[in-house]
């Protein structure tokens, strides 16, 4: 099947699109989280290393929406689109990373206790949930912006459901960034 079909039922079904990834994306998290997900164990160094390149791709990712903000608010269409791709391919190698390091290798547990215990917990909390329910929003606004021209977005939903998916996506990993500090650089931590 050509691009242009695939693109062509991706713009007439863009909510049906949506909902497809994102049960494939929700499906691969679940799957690398249950053992379901075939995949080889890695070493803890490899773990400790996938963590860190996270959160590289994660300030990056976050970088580059704060930049797509800031260029759509200054009707620097092309750059939005630019910055908003690079932040979406950034995620998906983020997600390649962090269903690798879940399923192959284990989880860190922080050694904190107390209020930085329970604020680290609802800090992480906040992260996780963001981060499941922007998937579909965020894939939303990509199907809608890779299947329409810009004079054509004006017409549907994409600026409404970007905003809000530049602001949950901003600030689930700007959570992320800050427990990945908490637990990595500041405080101990434990296999769990």
Request: proline share 3%; glycine share 6%; hydrophobic share 60%.
């Amino acid at each position: 099947m050509a691009v242009a079909q695939l693109q062509s039922r991706a713009r007439a079904r863009p909510r049906a699109v949506t909902a497809v990834l994102s049960l494939i994306g929700y499906a691969l998290v679940a799957g690398a989280f249950t053992g379901t997900l075939p995949l080889p164990e890695i070493s803890t160094d490899a773990v400790i290393l996938l963590g860190d390149a996270i959160a590289v791709v994660n300030f990056f990712a976050l970088c580059s929406i704060l930049a797509g903000v800031y260029f759509i608010r200054n009707d620097a269409v092309r750059k939005h689109r630019a910055a908003m791709l690079t932040a979406f391919g950034l995620i998906m190698l983020f997600l390649v990373l962090y269903l690798t390091k879940v399923g192959a290798g284990f989880e860190k547990e922080i050694l904190a206790e107390g209020v930085v215990w329970g604020a680290y917990i609802a800090m992480l909390a906040v992260h996780i949930l963001l981060s499941a329910v922007s998937v579909p929003v965020v894939l939303h606004a990509v199907v809608l912006g890779l299947t329409h021209s810009p004079a054509e977005l004006c017409e549907t939903i994409h600026a409404r459901v970007g905003r809000i998916a530049a602001a949950a996506w901003s600030l689930s990993l700007f959570l992320g960034l800050v427990t990945y500090v908490m637990l990595n650089h500041v405080y101990m931590w434990q296999p769990r």
